[in-house]
DNA sequence: CTGAAAGCGCTTACAG
DNA sequence: CTGAAAGCGCTTACAG
C-alpha cells in the first residue's frame, strides 16, 4: 500500500501537504491539490485509518457489544430493529459500527471495557439492562462517552445520558385495554427477571391492577426469559388454577406470546373468545400469528439511531451533556384480544 | 489514559519489555512480568490496540457492509441469522466485526474498499451478490483477503473463495415435491431479478420443469423483489390467468411466500387444498402463518460462520488457498402443501 | 500556502 | 531475559 510519503514524493511536496490535502484542509493552493490528487491516484493511496486514528485519537467508530444472547435473541424483531436504527444512524454521521460478542454477562462488561480501553472505538452503545450487572458503573469510571439503551439501573446515576420506551405506559395501556374488555384475571409472563425493562412492565402490571382494584395474585405472574416455550410453559402452569385461571394475557414480547397462544390452543381453548394476548415488539411473527396478535409497538430502532446520534454528539463536542428521551409505544390490535364472555 | 511507557517506568523496566508481557511473549522472567502486571494493574492500563495495529499491520477485526437495504432485510430471518453465525465465529476466533452501512450498490463497492484501503480490517465478508455489480473484480484488485458468501457472479472467478448452499439442488427439491403432489402448473416468484441467488434458484426451477416434461410459462414467473407485496401482486396478477392459473408456488423467501398466502385467501382460495405453497428461509413467520409455511431451510448462520473461519484462516496464513464450501438446505413440511385436487 | 520535526503508542529485529 | 532504537503512517503546532 502506498503511503503518504510516497505521494509526497510523486507529487514533489512535503508529506505535510499530503496530509492536509487528504484531511479536507483549506489552506492549500488549488495546483499543489490537484498535483497531490493526481499523484495519489496513480498510486491508488487512500489515507490510512488506523495511523490517523493513533494521531488524532479518534476513530470514528461506535462500539456495541452484543449482549448474551438469549434464545431468541435473533428471531425477535428486538436485535434486528436495533442493529437497523444504530447502522443507519452511524452511516449518515460518517461513523462505523464495531461490534463484539460476549460468552455472559461477566464477559460483557470485559468486552467493552477492553474496546474502550484498546482505543477501537469513540464510545459506545450499551444495550445491556440486566440490574444485577453494572456495565453503568464500569463504564463511568473509565468515562468513557456512552449511551444507554434503556435507562440507568438506579437513581444513583443521574449524569447518564439514555433513550428508551415509555415502558410503564406502554404497560399500562396494554393492561386498561384488558380491563376495559372486562378481564380481572389477567397474567404477566416477563422476560429474564433481571432484565430492567421486564422488571419495569411487570411494575406498572401491578400498579394498573391496583389502580384498577383489581387483586393481583401471584400465580398469575411468570417469567418466560422472552421465548417461545416460556410463553407455553406459562400457560401450562396456569392453566392448573381452575377457576383462577387467567382469562388474559400479556407478554413482554411477541415470541411469548405466541407460546401461549399455542399452549391455548392445546388446551382448546379459543383466542380471542375464550382468552385474550398481548404481546410486545409487534415482530413479523405477530402479524401472522393466527390469530393475529395484538402488540405494544417499540420503536425500537428509532431508539437505536436516537442513542447513536447523541453518542456522537458527546465524542464531537468532548462534552458529557446529559440527556435522556423517551419514546412512545403504540398499541397495535389485532385479533388476540376481545371482550369476555361472562 | 497510560501508557506502556508510564508502566514501564513505575516497573522498572524498559517499554519494551512491558510489550513484551502483554503480547504473550514467553522470553520474560516470573518477576518482571509480575511487577509489570502489577504496575500495569495500579494504573489501569490496556495496551492500546490501535497502535498495536499500526505497528503488526493487522487488526484482528473483520470487515462487512451491509448491502442496500430492501424492504424486509430486517423482517426476514437473512440478515439476523448471518449476523449471528458471523459474530459467533469471530468472538471465537478473538476477532471483531467492522460494519458499515452503504447507500446503494455502487457506494458498497466505495464502502469496501474504503475500509481495507484504510486498513481498518485484515479482510472482508462480502454478501453482495448482485450480477450487475462488480465487487468481487474491486476486490481481487487490491488483493484484499475476503471470503464470498454466495458464490462469484461468473466462472472467471476460479480463485476466489466462497460458501454458498446448494440453491439448485434446493430449489430443484421443492419443484419436485409440488410436482410430486400432482402439480404441473407452478409459479415461480423470485427476488430481484438481478440478485445472483434468485437467478440460480430461477434456473433450477426452469431446468426442474423441463426435466420433468412439464412446459413452463413466462406468465408463472414473478419477481417480487424479496418483499411481501412482491408476493401478493405475483398472485394477483397470475389469478388472472384464468384455466392457466398455478396450482403450486414456490418463492425464494417466506416474506413473500406470506405475501402470497394473503393473496389467495383474499381471492378466496384454499391452501393447501386449492393451491400450495413452498418459501424459503424458514423465517419465524413461515412458522406461524397460517397455515403454516412449508418452507427450505437454508442454514445462513453456519454459512457466514464458516465464511468467517475461512477468512480468519486466509488472514493468519497470509495465504489465499481458495476453498469452498456448499450447504444443504432442507425441505421442513408444514401445512401449505398438499396433493393437487383434481 | 508549505516544510521540517516531533509525536501518537505500540512492536520487533538487533545486541548483549 | 532485557534494553535501546527504529519504524508503523499519519497529524499538527511551529516557522517561514
Known amino acids: 500500500?502506498?503511503?503518504?510519503?510516497?505521494?509526497?514524493?510523486?507529487?514533489?511536496v512535503h508529506s505535510s501537504?499530503?496530509?492536509?490535502?487528504?484531511?479536507?484542509?483549506l489552506s492549500i493552493s488549488e495546483t499543489t491539490r490537484e498535483r497531490v490528487f493526481a499523484a495519489a491516484k496513480e498510486?491508488?493511496?487512500?489515507?490510512?485509518?488506523?495511523?490517523?486514528?493513533?494521531?488524532?485519537?479518534?476513530?470514528?467508530?461506535?462500539?456495541?457489544?452484543?449482549?448474551?444472547?438469549?434464545?431468541?435473541?435473533?428471531?425477535?424483531s428486538f436485535f434486528p430493529q436495533l442493529m437497523r436504527g444504530m447502522l443507519e444512524a452511524s452511516y449518515t454521521h460518517g461513523f462505523r459500527l464495531i461490534v463484539?460478542?460476549?460468552?455472559?454477562?461477566?464477559?460483557?462488561?470485559?468486552?467493552?471495557?477492553?474496546?474502550?480501553?484498546?482505543?477501537?472505538?469513540d464510545g459506545i452503545v450499551v444495550m445491556s439492562s440486566r440490574m444485577d450487572v453494572n456495565t453503568v458503573g464500569e463504564l463511568q469510571k473509565h468515562n468513557t462517552p456512552f449511551v444507554l439503551i434503556g435507562h440507568p439501573p438506579s437513581e444513583k446515576y443521574q449524569e447518564i445520558s439514555w433513550v428508551d420506551a415509555d415502558n410503564q405506559k406502554a404497560t399500562k395501556e396494554a393492561l386498561q385495554l384488558l380491563i376495559e374488555l372486562g378481564h380481572t384475571k389477567i397474567a404477566f409472563v416477563g422476560g429474564d427477571p433481571k432484565n430492567l425493562t421486564s422488571q419495569e412492565?411487570?411494575?406498572?402490571y401491578l400498579l394498573t391492577l391496583e389502580e384498577a382494584g383489581i387483586?393481583?395474585?401471584?400465580?398469575?405472574?411468570?417469567?418466560?426469559?422472552?421465548?417461545?416455550?416460556?410463553?407455553?410453559?406459562?400457560?401450562?402452569?396456569?392453566?392448573?388454577?381452575?377457576?383462577?385461571?387467567?382469562?388474559?394475557?400479556?407478554a413482554a414480547n411477541d415470541l411469548m406470546a405466541a407460546g401461549i397462544i399455542r399452549a391455548l390452543k392445546k388446551n382448546n381453548m379459543r383466542i380471542p373468545e375464550d382468552v385474550s394476548v398481548?404481546?410486545?415488539?409487534n415482530s413479523p411473527i405477530a402479524a401472522y400469528c393466527q390469530p393475529a396478535i395484538s402488540t405494544?409497538?417499540?420503536?425500537?430502532?428509532?431508539?437505536?439511531?436516537?442513542?447513536?446520534?447523541?453518542?456522537?454528539?458527546?465524542?464531537?463536542?468532548?462534552e458529557m451533556e446529559q440527556s435522556t428521551f423517551t419514546f412512545d409505544c403504540k398499541l397495535v390490535m389485532r385479533d388476540s384480544t376481545a371482550k369476555l364472555h361472562p
Open 17 to 25: 501537504t499530503v496530509s492536509r490535502v487528504f484531511s479536507g484542509n
Open 43 to 76: 498510486l491508488g493511496f487512500w489515507p490510512n485509518a488506523i495511523a490517523r486514528s493513533l494521531s488524532t485519537q479518534r476513530t470514528n467508530t461506535i462500539g456495541i457489544i452484543i449482549p448474551y444472547i438469549f434464545e431468541g435473541f435473533f428471531n425477535d
Open 201 to 204: 412492565r411487570e411494575k406498572a
Open 1 to 12: 500500500m502506498a503511503t503518504i510519503r510516497d505521494v509526497a514524493k510523486k507529487a514533489n
Open 296 to 318: 405494544v409497538s417499540v420503536p425500537y430502532a428509532k431508539m437505536a439511531g436516537k442513542a447513536v446520534e447523541m453518542l456522537i454528539e458527546q465524542i464531537e463536542q468532548g
Open 215 to 250: 387483586p393481583a395474585d401471584a400465580n398469575w405472574i411468570h417469567h418466560g426469559f422472552f421465548d417461545e416455550t416460556g410463553g407455553y410453559n406459562a400457560v401450562e402452569r396456569m392453566i392448573q388454577l381452575g377457576e383462577n385461571m387467567p382469562t388474559a394475557y400479556y
Open 278 to 281: 398481548i404481546g410486545t415488539n
Open 100 to 121: 463484539g460478542g460476549c460468552e455472559n454477562y461477566d464477559d460483557e462488561i470485559d468486552q467493552i471495557q477492553q474496546i474502550m480501553a484498546s482505543s477501537q472505538a
